[in-house]
């Protein structure tokens, strides 16, 4: 029931909304994952639904809506997700909201329906939700929420009031993170905000799933097919079970802290400043040109995440490219 | 919380919960039913958050409390138990006991803060009407209600009072039935709410007692009837209803005056071998006679010639014989008067004394 230190500014954002009575029928609430969105948006949804809310506009936790919405019985908050992690939200869902929303709200207070991740509607969905999104029925509030803004159609984004959450500065998060996990030491704190670009969600996620220690055996295999120790195609039959999103985000991170290293840099500059050494000495070895050809293959796999993929093939072009790269010089 | 109720005093107050309680649930405790005992009464409530009904049956040596309990699972128990059992209720932390003669059954349960009930704060208007006045002008409108169309505030029936006029208007765009009343007391205001379909289907299914005195009460948000032992609450459609106002205003033909049975016959007979989907029939209309024709893309034919009384000039028009049908099924007289608009935009089907049951066809283009 607190506000995430790095967003107080949204809030008292939102909460200006409230006061002014000026609360928006679409916000779009976009930033990088790991930031906290839903957080501020539930914060956001119950703090409009309470009863009596708190002097900073926080909801009180003990009036009968509040107890709704802890049992996530509140019948005027309404969450649409997809239906399976990872696919899409459908049109029937977003149908059925539409009906739902042309019925009055059951209390005389708002009515919240939150979309999250906002992205994942398909293009179906997004054209049937445009006329209920533009003018929705009085005293209801739709928020988007999504880490793509860019991947939302023009029309959905138009219809919204935008509210970016934005990275915050490192002390904030190192700070947050330690209040969050005192057996934390700091060389690890460092490592894990380059690898959660900075988002304290993501590295508090990543410091407490052993993350780390994942990254740093995948970081090894790097570097023996680059020595030649292990094959790029045993090593891929790995790699293709491991989650690939963050996966691809690393050997990126990899790729380009290598490219950096061609010249003199600073530790703090890298995505990963507790490998530096040991990429300093793989780059070393490299030619500049053929490491940027990587780096276009990585951008494209990156791309071709969502659709139908075979993983392992992917894993396989990317290990062997870069074991013909270590072979080239 | 603990009671004892005779299995004939709750069965049927909890049927008539466990209709409104949908089979698949967005949210697991809107499977339940909600039991309250307070000052000596068990009240029974399910919801699927778009109506409520609430029944309350008087019990004696009751200790207060609340619960709610899975409602199908509640209700077979209840129902598949002999004829004037005994049952007796009792709760335990988080499980119900349910016990008669030598049955006992253990129901998890979910706690009653959680139950989303529609708040009971008092509603700004309200009348009192007849059950069956209101079930009669409810038999009379509620087939004209469109069903899942995009313009949501037809999926509906429009209910306007004006002092002690009560207007019921449905329509699907198609075709619009009107039925007035009027209310025994004065109510001194204007209001016109939109009762969503499928409120107005459940609502009806429950007004089985003519004799019984109704208490409406509205806001601009619910709806609260009170029958005998039950309350019954639905949510409005937050809308407008569109203006039809404007179909009064026209020129018309001469109205047309025909036997009720002998037209519903006629239309019968020739809709057979109408467009299956369409139903389209011709009305051809010369002074005194009518004839009612059509033909399908098979190329069968129907033909029927009828006596009416009409001075005019003759026309020709062409309806949905089932709209018709519709309309003339649910008129009270013996005669039917049918006005058609000047610019053949639509056709008025109603009685020729009382004038308080309208319908609207819109012709179809052959």
């Not at chain 2, 459940?202 to 009460?217: Q, V, Y």
Request: proline share 5%.
């Amino acid at each position: 029931m607190t506000i995430l230190p790095w967003q107080q500014q949204n809030w008292e954002h939102l909460c200006d909304y409230k006061s002014q009575n000026r609360v928006p029928q679409a916000l779009l609430i976009s930033g990088n994952k790991g930031l906290g969105k839903q957080h501020l948006a539930n914060q956001f949804a119950f703090s409009l639904l309470c009863a009596a809310p708190q002097n900073n506009g926080l909801h009180c936790g003990h009036c009968d809506r509040c107890l709704l919405l802890n049992a996530q019985t509140h019948p005027d908050f309404i969450q649409i997700i997809p239906d399976e992690p990872g696919k899409s939200i459908t049109i029937g869902q977003i149908r059925s909201l539409v009906t739902r929303l042309t019925l009055k709200p059951q209390f005389d207070s708002w009515r919240v329906v939150i979309v999250s991740p906002a992205d994942l509607m398909n293009n179906a969905a997004a054209n049937a939700f445009l006329k209920c999104l533009e003018e929705p029925t009085e005293r209801t509030v739709i928020i988007l929420i999504t880490d793509k803004p860019a991947c939302l159609p023009a029309t959905i984004v138009s219809r919204c009031q935008k509210l970016a959450v934005v990275k915050p500065d490192k002390e904030t998060v190192f700070a947050w993170l330690k209040e969050r996990n005192a057996d934390i030491i700091h060389s690890d704190v460092i490592t894990l905000y380059g690898l959660a670009q900075g988002s304290p969600l993501l590295a508090l996620e990543y410091a407490n799933d052993g993350t780390l220690t994942l990254r740093n055996d995948c970081f090894k295999a790097w570097i023996d097919i680059a020595k030649q120790r292990k094959h790029p195609v045993i090593i891929a039959e790995d790699w293709y079970k491991l989650p690939e999103s963050p996966l691809l985000f690393w050997i990126t991170s990899w790729i380009v802290d290598m490219i950096k290293c061609f010249y003199p840099i600073n530790a703090d500059w890298l995505y990963n400043p507790d490998l530096k050494e040991s990429l300093q000495e793989l780059s070393q070895e490299l030619e500049l040109k053929e490491l940027y050809k990587l780096y276009d293959l990585i951008l494209v796999s990156r791309q071709r995440l969502n659709t139908q993929i075979n993983k392992q093939t992917m894993f396989e072009e990317i290990l062997i490219k870069w074991l013909e790269l270590n072979l080239g010089k | 919380m603990k009671f004892i109720i005779n299995r004939e005093e709750i069965l049927t107050p909890l049927q008539q919960i466990v209709s409104v309680i949908e089979k698949r649930q967005t949210m697991p405790i809107l499977s339940n039913v909600l039991i309250v005992i307070e000052d000596d009464q068990l009240i029974l409530t399910g919801t699927d958050l778009e109506i409520q009904i609430i029944a309350k049956i008087d019990i004696k040596l009751a200790t207060p409390g609340s619960i709610t309990v899975p409602a199908r699972k509640f209700l077979d128990i209840c129902r598949l138990l002999p004829n004037g059992a005994e049952i007796k209720f009792e709760q335990h932390d988080d499980k119900v006991k349910i016990l008669s003669n030598r049955s006992r059954f253990s129901l998890s349960c979910l706690p009653a803060d959680n139950y989303p009930e529609f708040s009971e704060s008092e509603l700004e208007n309200h009348f009192f009407i007849n059950a069956g006045k209101l079930k009669k002008a409810l038999d009379k409108t509620v087939f004209c209600m469109a069903n899942q169309d995009v313009r949501y505030y037809l999926n509906g029936l429009l209910l306007n009072i004006s002092n002690s006029k009560i207007k019921l208007v449905a329509s699907d765009g198609h075709r619009l039935s009107i039925y007035e009343d009027s209310l025994d007391q004065g109510t001194g205001y204007e209001a016109r709410i939109i009762f969503p379909r499928k409120a107005v289907l459940e609502l009806s299914r429950l007004l089985d007692d003519a004799d019984a005195e109704l208490k409406i009460e509205f806001s601009s948000n619910n709806i609260r009837i009170f029958i005998k032992n039950l309350i019954f609450s639905a949510k409005l459609v937050d809308s407008k209803y569109p203006d039809f106002g404007k179909v009064f205003q026209q020129e018309f033909f001469n109205p047309i005056h025909i036997q009720k049975l002998v037209l519903k016959d006629a239309l019968t007979r020739v809709a057979i071998l109408s467009n299956e989907k369409f139903k389209g029939v011709t009305l051809d209309i010369t002074p005194d006679s009518l004839r009612i024709s059509t033909h399908n893309p098979e190329h069968d034919e129907a033909e029927e010639e009828l006596i009416i009384e009409y001075a005019g000039e003759p026309l020709s028009i062409a309806f949905n014989a089932q709209y018709l049908l519709d309309a003339v099924a649910n008129l009270d007289s013996e005669l039917a008067v049918l006005t058609i608009a000047s610019n053949s935009s639509s056709c008025f089907i109603d009685e020729p004394t009382e004038c308080v049951y309208k319908f609207i066809v819109m012709p179809m283009r052959l």
